[in-house]
């Protein structure tokens, strides 16, 4: 099992059903998991499942739903430790908010990702509109945060900067494109955010003077 066990939701019998729920669907998809097998790995009888959540989808409902509640609690904290701690640090936070980030992606697999916007599409653009809205949201302070502490650049524009993020994750992030690549959710995010972060040169290229001459071929005529 993830290690996400650790964050209760609600009652025993309606975490247990989460949680066994997330791991089937992570492992098999959506389509082939039933409430019949969920039940069973549950350990109660599908009408106990039904007393809980009266259909699969409400089930899958919960699921989203509890998935971006706690994105949003982890991504508030973040915030709330910006503003009132004044001995945070921009590294620690931002290590923290991807260690919480990664627990949750772990349930968006590519057997997850497909059948959810194949037979949901409503709970896909779901999670699609909640990712652009809270980005919005705390993207920004968060990128004040690292310009004000030395860790990000200020002559970089915070507004472009939450537009290249959003848009590459809700782009990237899709059954389509992680199916055409050989890794699972957690390393597709850690290298977009390793791209993102760090940009695709080496030192020995970003010290390469000619290269970047070529890459940025109006430099020199600003310099002028």
């Not at 089937?24 to 409430?35: D, E, H, N, W």
């Not at 920004?140 to 990000?152: I, K, T």
């Amino acid at each position: 099992m993830m290690n996400i066990e650790n964050i209760k939701s609600g009652s025993e019998i309606k975490d247990k059903i989460l949680f066994t729920s997330i791991e089937l669907f992570r492992t098999m998809g959506i389509k082939s998991v039933s409430t019949d097998m969920i039940a069973s790995e549950c350990g109660i009888s599908k009408k106990t499942l039904y007393e809980v959540f009266k259909s699969k989808e409400e089930l899958i409902e919960a699921i989203i739903l509890w998935s971006l509640n706690q994105m949003d609690y982890f991504w508030q904290t973040v915030i709330d430790r910006i503003e009132n701690d004044e001995t945070a640090d921009f590294t620690e936070v931002f290590h923290q908010l991807m260690q919480k980030v990664n627990i949750l992606i772990t349930i968006i697999t590519k057997p997850f990702l497909v059948d959810l916007k194949r037979f949901y599409p409503s709970l896909w653009s779901n999670i699609r509109e909640f990712r652009r809205n809270k980005m919005a949201q705390y993207f920004g302070r968060l990128f004040e945060f690292g310009q004000q502490s030395g860790y990000v650049r200020k002559d970089i524009d915070a507004k472009l900067a939450y537009y290249i993020h959003v848009y590459v994750l809700d782009n990237i992030l899709t059954p389509e494109v992680i199916s055409e690549l050989s890794m699972n959710t957690n390393e597709i995010l850690d290298n977009i955010f390793k791209i993102l972060f760090t940009g695709l040169l080496t030192e020995k290229g970003i010290e390469n003077s000619k290269l970047c001459h070529k890459l940025n071929p109006n430099e020199e005529k600003n310099v002028k």
